[in-house]
């Protein structure tokens, strides 16, 4: 009898290095796993990426207490920077995620042609819901029309129901990441259904509500985390407990960078639900996600902006104003030409 989701993981895996990697034959594929990552994921990938000619090389390693540079102590630094810096491309399923940590900035800035995509965390369920059966063509000219909308933007401005209410401004210069889910160039890439940018740090201010996840370091909320910031520093976090232990969390690191806003993301991943996974939270469809800590050279355009870690948190049903015209409404996309892709996605 074949196991759970077997032939649609085998589906989401052939897509993965086929289609979003475009593996070539005598490609060398590394695959990081830890030992929180789901064994049926990283088995299947390898698979399908010999079965289109590459060559696969699995990598487990015990899993870091951390993430980013906080992961550092507890990995094989040099012997991974080496292996991965004779790949040509590198999928990451482990759990703690090695981006933002030594080996992956050295690797990205020494191997100019390696094609690197974050997928922490994958499970089985999660890769069929949110690659297997996601149209990926479509949800691309809805991400582009989206991108094309924000780019243009100077002033944009976003609530939600759970209390949140801020406003920022564009930094023209600045590049603003669409996550399609394609790692077929050179460079760092995303699970597809995300859009993310760093606006004009100085120009955060309001209210930011997390009311869906925050990873790390406390996962699913129960209880909303409110955060009052000021030209993109957090000034207040007020919320019960696990407020509580994520103001502990950040103050820990004894770095003022850690109390910095670094990106805002559009969740748009027709498949993608609340889970406690970040990289499946930060694509629900209609939220929004602010990153902490650590900025990556992906979002400054330039050199990143380092700090001692990350952390992403989940902002439910927002609505978005782009220069005065609504484009989200609760999570629900309004913006009449968008709203007809969505449709085609299964959103309405």
Known sequence: MPQYYEYEL?????????????????ETFVITADTESDPRVVEATAGAAFAVGAKPMVIWTASPLGVGKAADPMLPVEALTAALNNADAWVEFNNEWLLYSTPYERVMKENKK??????????????????????????????????????????????????????????????????????DTPGSHMLGGQIG????????NGTIVFDGSVVPPVGLLKNPIKLHVKEGVI???????????????????KDPLMMRMAHVCYGVNPG???????VEDERVWGCTEWGIGYVGQMLTGGEPIPAPSHTDGICLNTSVWLDG????????????????????LGKV
């Open 235 to 253: 000034q207040k976090i007020e919320g019960g407990e696990e407020a509580i232990t994520f103001e502990a969390w950040l103050k820990s690191f």
């Open 114 to 183: 390696i094609r690197h995509m974050c997928l922490v965390g994958m499970n089985v369920d999660m890769m069929v819901r949110v690659i297997a059966r996601v149209d990926l063509p479509t949800l691309g000219k809805f991400q582009d029309k989206l991108v094309e909308m924000t780019k243009a933007a100077k002033h944009i401005k976003m609530t939600t129901p759970a209390g949140g209410n801020v406003e920022f401004d564009n930094d023209p210069k600045r590049p603003v990441i669409c996550e399609v889910g394609y790692a």
């Open 10 to 26: 085998a589906k989401a895996a052939h897509k993965l290095a086929s289609e979003m990697f475009k593996l070539k034959p005598g």
């Open 272 to 278: 993608a639900k609340l889970t406690g996974n970040i």
């Open 325 to 344: 015209k609504q484009v989200f409404d609760k999570g629900r996309v309004v913006e009449p030409e968008l709203a007809k892709l969505a449709k085609k």
């Open 197 to 204: 940018w760093s606006p004009i740090f100085k120009s955060i």
